[in-house]
């Protein structure tokens, strides 16, 4: 079935993602591989329907699937954290190609908030404070490759909107600077106060 995403047939394309986005609320075995195969599609610049199908099947299954009207903000901010979770796996072990792809797919779920007809594909407030609160080791259990992918996933979000990663822009220098850097810590230790401060000013510059 997943070979239906490389033809050249518009409505074989969409029937294939629509087959994938309905196999994951049965977790039909393999469905998993549909959706690896059909993230490049994103990039399907020539085909808008065929980028909103896969937008709209990502977005069902890593944010909308599951989720229900949450009763309290204790149970919202569960919910978002389950989605923070599933959003930083797709991180795990990608590859370059994989990496470059899922940053498109992040930014236009970001983008694609302001157009009408895709108003409910977007990736809610509360997951981006998930997120944070990821990245910041706020968390019991979150190993280091989920900080390093949570700032990933906000690096992504934060191509389409600055803001994003500009509002906490000094905690990512001195955490980045910390336990989590892939560097050595005797290089992190050697940087002077004055380097970290120009890091800072000019992570506001390229975000504000």
């Known amino acids: 079935m997943a070979q239906l995403l490389s033809s050249r047939t518009q409505s074989d394309v969409l029937e294939c993602v629509e087959f994938f986005k309905v196999a994951c609320v049965f977790k039909i075995a393999n469905e998993h591989i549909g959706f690896k195969k059909m993230l490049p599609l994103v990039w399907n610049k020539d085909n808008p329907a065929i980028v909103n199908a896969v937008i709209g099947a990502y977005h069902y299954k890593y944010i909308y699937n599951g989720v229900t009207q949450a009763e309290n903000e204790v149970e919202q901010a569960r919910q978002a954290l389950s989605i923070a979770a599933k959003l930083v796996k797709l991180t795990n072990n990608a590859t370059l190609a994989d990496i470059t792809c899922i940053e498109e797919l992040i930014r236009l779920l970001v983008v694609t908030k302001k157009e009408e007809k895709m108003a409910n ?33 906000l690096r992504m979000a934060a191509v389409a909107n600055r803001d994003i990663l500009s509002v906490k822009i000094e905690r990512v220098v001195e955490i980045g600077f910390g336990d989590i850097a892939e560097v050595t810590q005797t290089k992190i230790k050697g940087l002077k106060k004055k380097t970290k401060k120009k890091i800072i000013s000019f992570g506001f510059i390229l975000t504000g």
């Open 121 to 153: 594909i977007d990736i809610p407030a509360p997951v981006f404070a998930a997120l944070w609160g990821i990245f910041e080791g706020k968390l019991q259990d979150v190993t280091t490759a989920q900080r390093r992918g949570a700032l990933d996933l």
